[in-house]
């Protein structure tokens, strides 16, 4: 056999030996098993495409109903439905005697509390297929409105993907802070909150060293923008969730795995936005498209 043979022979050995990452089928299994729930988890009563309206509470009283003499205006639901009233970081509720709302399941009659400063537990409202709670930002409060029956709910066939590629899928360490750091978060709305800084997480891509900051215990949560938002995924960056690191501080990093962020589903979200060091000059085709044009 001559030297040319051996090499023909070797490489076609090679090639017949390795499958591209991306391919592996175990792996694609993995990840769609894991987009579906993703998926499942969106469509859910607690998930963010039925979400119909978030209205900010002004001191005293707030009149809400479906017809435009209300203070909030719901877009579904009896005309009058009841009042809410805010007074010194305590908001409660009031039924309207002809509108049937529920607390938890259970029908009320009179005012209720339904948030406090000092609450862990934020009750659920009903009135037919409208759903609602408290939710507080900085020194806001205001009403996350659900409906069951949202035309956006409906008319969900899911989220536009990159192909996978195992390429982005890449091994990271976490530098933790010498000593406990918060780092400043920016949200939507232009509001701002101190997180704590779990770490920096560092990694390569292609031969090159990148570093993008996590919050989070445990799990790691992470809000990254790259080059791809200016064109083919959402404008205001994306989410990824990784895993616990282990003793050493190693973990995965798996931008297949990168989300849009509620606010590229609906305007009622109040997202973060990536600090500036966790912007990437960099392309990172990987992961979930733009969804919308929120």
Request: neutral net charge.
């Given at each position: 056999?001559?030297?040319?043979?051996?090499?023909?022979?070797?490489?076609?050995?090679?090639?017949?030996?390795?499958?591209?990452?991306?391919?592996?089928?175990?792996y694609?299994?993995?990840?769609?098993?894991?987009?579906?729930?993703?998926?499942?988890?969106l469509?859910?009563e607690?998930?963010?495409?039925?979400?119909?309206?978030l209205?900010?509470?002004?001191?005293?009283?707030?009149?809400?109903?479906?017809?435009?003499?209300?203070?909030?205006?719901?877009?579904?639901?009896?005309?009058?439905?009841?009042?809410?009233?805010?007074?010194?970081?305590e908001?409660?509720?009031?039924?309207?005697?002809?509108?049937?709302?529920?607390?938890?399941?259970?029908?009320?009659?009179?005012?209720?509390?339904?948030?406090?400063?000092?609450?862990?537990?934020?009750?659920?409202?009903?009135?037919?297929?409208?759903?609602?709670?408290?939710?507080?930002?900085?020194?806001?409060?205001?009403?996350?409105?659900?409906?069951l029956?949202?035309?956006?709910?409906?008319?969900?066939?899911?989220?536009?993907?990159?192909?996978?590629?195992?390429?982005?899928?890449?091994?990271?360490?976490?530098?933790?802070?010498?000593?406990?750091?918060?780092?400043?978060?920016?949200?939507?709305?232009?509001?701002?909150?101190?997180?704590?800084?779990?770490?920096?997480?560092?990694?390569?891509?292609?031969?090159?060293?990148?570093?993008?900051?996590?919050?989070?215990?445990?799990?790691?949560?992470?809000?990254?923008?790259?080059?791809?938002?200016?064109?083919?995924?959402?404008?205001?960056?994306?989410?990824?969730?990784?895993?616990?690191?282990?003793?050493?501080?190693?973990?995965?990093?798996?931008?297949?795995?990168?989300?849009?962020?509620?606010?590229?589903?609906?305007?009622?979200?109040?997202?973060?936005?990536?600090?500036?060091?966790?912007?990437?000059?960099?392309?990172?085709?990987?992961?979930?498209?733009?969804?919308?044009?929120?």
């Amino acid at each position: 056999m001559t030297y040319r043979s051996i090499i023909v022979l070797f490489t076609v050995l090679s090639l017949a030996s390795f499958t591209p990452a991306s391919e592996d089928p175990a792996y694609k299994a993995k990840l769609e098993a894991w987009h579906q729930k993703r998926i499942n988890s969106l469509k859910e009563e607690n998930g963010w495409l039925n979400l119909a309206g978030l209205f900010w509470l002004k001191e005293g009283d707030n009149t809400v109903g479906s017809v435009s003499d209300n203070k909030i205006v719901f877009p579904a639901g009896d005309q009058h439905i009841g009042n809410f009233q805010l007074k010194n970081g305590e908001v409660t509720f009031t039924p309207d005697g002809q509108a049937e709302v529920l607390m938890n399941g259970e029908k009320i009659t009179a005012t209720q509390t339904i948030f406090s400063d000092h609450s862990r537990n934020v009750p659920t409202l009903q009135h037919q297929s409208l759903r609602w709670v408290i939710i507080k930002r900085g020194d806001k409060y205001g009403v996350r409105l659900r409906d069951l029956e949202s035309e956006q709910l409906k008319n969900f066939h899911g989220i536009e993907r990159y192909p996978v590629n195992e390429t982005y899928r890449v091994k990271a360490h976490l530098e933790k802070p010498a000593t406990p750091t918060t780092v400043s978060i920016v949200n939507m709305i232009g509001q701002t909150s101190e997180q704590p800084l779990a770490g920096t997480l560092v990694f390569k891509l292609n031969g090159k060293t990148y570093r993008l900051d996590a919050t989070g215990k445990g799990e790691l949560f992470i809000v990254f923008g790259d080059a791809t938002n200016k064109t083919e995924t959402y404008g205001s960056g994306r989410f990824i969730y990784v895993e616990e690191p282990d003793a050493e501080g190693n973990t995965i990093l798996d931008f297949n795995q990168a989300i849009n962020p509620p606010c590229a589903f609906t305007p009622y979200a109040t997202c973060p936005l990536p600090l500036k060091q966790n912007k990437l000059a960099v392309r990172i085709p990987a992961g979930e498209k733009r969804f919308g044009d929120h």
